[in-house]
């Protein structure tokens, strides 16, 4: 008795389920690119925040879950979404769920949230325990930071520079600030990575 029909429909199955697997990284990729292509140019890269290309400053806090005096500097190698939250802004808490995505989904990305004095939402206690939860005290990271409003989003390159400011809400948006992909405020075309944006 031969193995050759056992064999046959092993290698029938492998191909069918080859050719579904490239059906639909295809699919996807089709469906990224009409997105980035489209009307939507990815999340809006305001004017405000600490300029592309700067050094990203240490953060000095307390940690949210132990309570205890806590650091954050960039890691050399290692890129980082750095978002700064308030316990009492709407937006934010609709963007601490998909934080807590982005560090499940992307797993060599530091995600930290720093969190700006005020009642109200415990973002230690809602936040995925991967993520790094610092309370600001005395406004020193606002101000290193120049943040004017909550929440904005850093992206910080594998260099420890800031690599993409955003407003950003969702996980594509996330994302897309790891990848570099934004439009800046007024409606100008999409600024790339190593664009401050700021002077067009």
């Known amino acids: 008795m031969s193995d050759l029909p056992v064999v046959s429909e092993g290698a029938q199955w492998a191909v069918i389920l080859l050719t579904a697997a490239m059906v639909a990284g295809l699919v996807y990729l089709t469906a990224d690119l009409r997105r980035r292509l489209g009307p939507d140019q990815g999340p809006l890269v305001p004017n405000d925040g600490l300029a592309i290309g700067e050094p990203a400053p240490s953060i000095v806090g307390t940690n949210a879950r132990s309570g205890e005096l806590q650091m954050w500097s960039p890691v050399s190698g290692r890129a980082a979404v750095l978002a700064f939250v308030s316990p009492t802004c709407a937006p934010c808490k609709s963007l ?16 930290v949230a720093v969190v700006l004095p005020g009642e109200g939402v415990d973002y230690g206690a809602t936040l995925d325990t991967s993520i790094l939860v610092v309370r600001a005290t005395g406004g020193r990271a606002q101000r290193d930071y120049m943040v004017p409003r909550t929440p904005l989003v850093f992206a910080i390159g594998h260099d420890g520079t800031v690599a993409r ?19 800046a405020q007024g409606n100008r075309p999409r600024v790339p990575a190593e664009d401050d944006g700021n002077d067009r």
């Open 96 to 111: 601490a769920p998909n934080l807590s995505r982005l560090a499940r989904s992307r797993r060599d990305v530091s995600v």
């Open 165 to 183: 400011r955003t407003v950003s809400n969702d996980l594509i948006a996330l994302k897309d600030a790891l990848d570099g992909f934004g439009e």
